[in-house]
């Protein structure tokens, strides 16, 4: 592996802090990815780019910012890829999976506040994540009441933030909002970079992206199969890589990835064991580290095939149309395309419980388990709702509260077991 | 007292719990409110008021529907009021400040949900809120998300209910959308009353509405005078019973309590011993009958001067301009005095501070109990930057997160205690 120590001091990171990172996640990358059987041999790109998320990664970004591309980063599916890429600039998801620096984050914030949000403090306020660090601008956006108020706080910790605002609801006055809000970003990057954005550019754009969601849709269909060609921990990390790899050179690698499990499909070769219990997980987006869950469900002998999650699903479903012969219509075809996205900041959200029924057909599972994050407000409300509509229709439900840390998982396999044995 | 056995049967009252709960609030009011010392004569009028708050004032909001008023019942500030009298409806404010059916309530939400939406569901399911049940429209609002997402279920325990949208921020778009909403609101209460709602009669509820506020801000003046002329409790009690009474009357018996209080201040006369150490309390609204950290800080020994409250000052201040030549224009003005309320589900929400610190002058008080109902996002979330900003202006702050249960009592107390010690 290479030295990356300088370009991590040019970044400004503590270097003993990123190092204790380093090390925590290699192991937990190890012990719940590389012991991991059968996996498919395409997983090996994926591997590497992990291993060099830190590293080799953050150089090509940093080349690219040399070469004069600005980088954007951000925490939600609702920063449209498209009006990035149409502008010249590279999208990067930031770092929010994992407990860091908490002692810190507690006094800025409430104990009572969402796990997520809480990580990307913690990952700022202890100088770890390189995303963060090389970002030219981060932008942040009104979904939840824990992310809207915490960014008072935190656009004081990063000079170079901007905050989107977001519609509550799916009424024409939120489609407005939304389109007002869209277009003030793109003007924020085009004022950025100095270039004026051209239907072409976001045709363009819009073709990269739509091709990587089409990549991702392949990917979700082929885990219909039973036994399963992959592991719903490999495929989550797919989901989860989606936001920090080129997005083109993702493409191919991930369509190549399914090539392969096109065959092992065709031959019935698994990575899980023919008739293991399927599972939908639906619920809180988990970004890289965030495996607790996932882990457990797969030790307890269940697969799972589906993510009804912003990194997974939720958030990569639905083309955005490209046929609209001017900058505005390409730009309404972008708003069209988020506006579906059925996030639970917004109400109602019939829709979601509608898409996690046509997963579990679709993806032929035997029931779903719910991932709500300890204080996410409108996920572990709106569960009470999904889980009551999915019984009505006979499909089982498993409501668990969580969090980054792994002191309730004795509780969680306990209570993870028992649903898998009730599904089996 | 009459009897209202038969009106509460009407209303679809759960006789049992509800005579459990006026048991419950009739021993709080005499331990809280009438073992309090010196309190001005004109203090009788809402003693009677409150003892009557489920029998008499339901009986006169019956008559009123005989007569062909709609009621209208709503949780926030945020339902204009003077669109409710313009539109010849009556507004009251529904029950939120006790626990009620919490083991009912823990079956349909989280249990880590803020004890006010937690409230109004047990009041609901348990049956014993008069003015719920009395209530032709029950409005809820998109303010945060607990209330929300909490509405999603609400809406199926009440037919009747009609869901508001707000904005998050104070953006253009904000003020478009507020105007939208409010004259959706209006052309509700037209298709309710079947009446359309003239200039004139906007203009009537504003004056009635001014007036009610100017006598409360006439109240908040009053208590600058050292001794306080009048307890924080009986003061707040006054801003809960301005959402429950007639307007009119509620205003002539406020405005004639002033001229008491005028006298009180000119003699020196206090409720409260002189050189009492002074406290504001600021941040989640206290609905009856939520007195408890009101009545500790008393009992600590300092007067509260002044409620930075949604049920107090932050729900009060401002006008509505009723100068406007249209109707249009009436609205317009309607909407410009409630998009200045600084709820902490704005973001960012600056002037909240600046408020907080305004008030500590204006009423001499010596420093600010935060007050924050736990897991309340917006306001505990805020709380922090509101600390820190006071602290830098050399005000003394508290930052207290409690709920509805007496568990902490002795924990507050010491708190309080203490707080009161440094400060005075």
């Known amino acids: 592996m290479a030295d990356y120590t300088k370009m991590w001091t040019d970044l400004g990171l503590n270097l003993d802090n990123h190092d204790a990172l380093l090390a925590n996640l290699g192991g937990a990358y190890q012990s719940i990815f590389m012991t991991q059987e059968n996996r ?8 590497f780019v992990m291993s060099e998320a830190h590293g080799l ?11 004069g591309r600005k980088i954007i980063g951000s925490f939600c599916v ?3 890829e ?24 507690e006094k800025v914030l409430p104990r009572n506040t969402c796990s997520l949000i809480k990580s990307f403090f913690g990952f700022s306020l202890g100088k770890v994540c390189p995303y963060m660090e090389v970002s030219d601008l981060i932008v942040g956006e009104n979904t939840c009441d824990g992310k809207k108020k915490a960014f008072e706080t935190f656009k004081e910790m990063v000079p170079n933030f901007y905050q989107m605002d977001m519609p509550q609801n799916k009424a024409p006055m939120g489609r407005k909002l939304l389109t007002h809000e869209y277009k003030a970003f793109l003007a924020k990057l085009e004022e950025m970079t100095g270039k004026k954005i051209s239907k072409k550019d976001l045709q363009e754009g819009i073709a990269i992206v739509n091709a990587k969601r089409a990549a991702l849709s392949r990917l979700a269909i082929l885990r219909a199969a039973d036994p399963c060609p992959i592991s719903g921990l490999d495929a989550l990390l797919i989901n989860q890589i989606a936001f920090l790899d080129n997005p083109a050179r993702f493409t191919e690698k991930l369509n190549a990835l399914c090539d392969e499990l096109d065959v092992l499909v065709k031959e019935k070769k698994g990575a899980i064991a023919e008739k293991a219990p399927r599972v939908i997980i639906s619920g ?10 996932p882990a457990v469900i797969e030790a307890a002998g269940a697969v799972i095939v589906g993510e009804e999650s912003c990194i997974g699903e939720r958030g990569q479903r639905n083309a955005t149309d490209d046929s609209a012969e001017t900058l505005d219509g390409l730009i309404d075809a972008v708003v069209d395309r988020y506006f579906k996205i059925d996030c639970a900041v917004f109400t109602p959200n019939q829709e979601r419980v ?7 057909k679709n993806y032929n599972a035997d029931g779903v388990i719910h991932y709500g994050l300890q204080f996410c407000q409108p996920y572990i409300m709106e569960s009470f709702s999904v889980e009551k509509t999915l019984e009505k229709d006979g499909i089982s439900v498993l409501r668990l509260e969580t969090d980054y840390s792994q002191e309730d998982m004795g509780q969680l396999s306990t209570r993870v077991e028992a649903f898998v044995e009730i599904i089996k």
């Open 40 to 47: 498919p041999a395409g997983m090996g790109y994926f591997d």
């Open 57 to 67: 990664r953050i150089q090509e970004l940093r080349e690219e910012q040399e070469a």
């Open 78 to 80: 609702f920063v449209p």
């Open 82 to 105: 498209e009006i990035v890429l149409a502008a010249g600039c590279t999208s990067v998801g930031l770092c929010s999976g994992a407990d860091f620096a908490q002692e810190e984050v």
């Open 284 to 293: 809180c987006p988990m970004a890289i580290p965030n495996w607790k869950v």
């Open 354 to 360: 509608e898409h996690i029924k046509e997963m579990t």
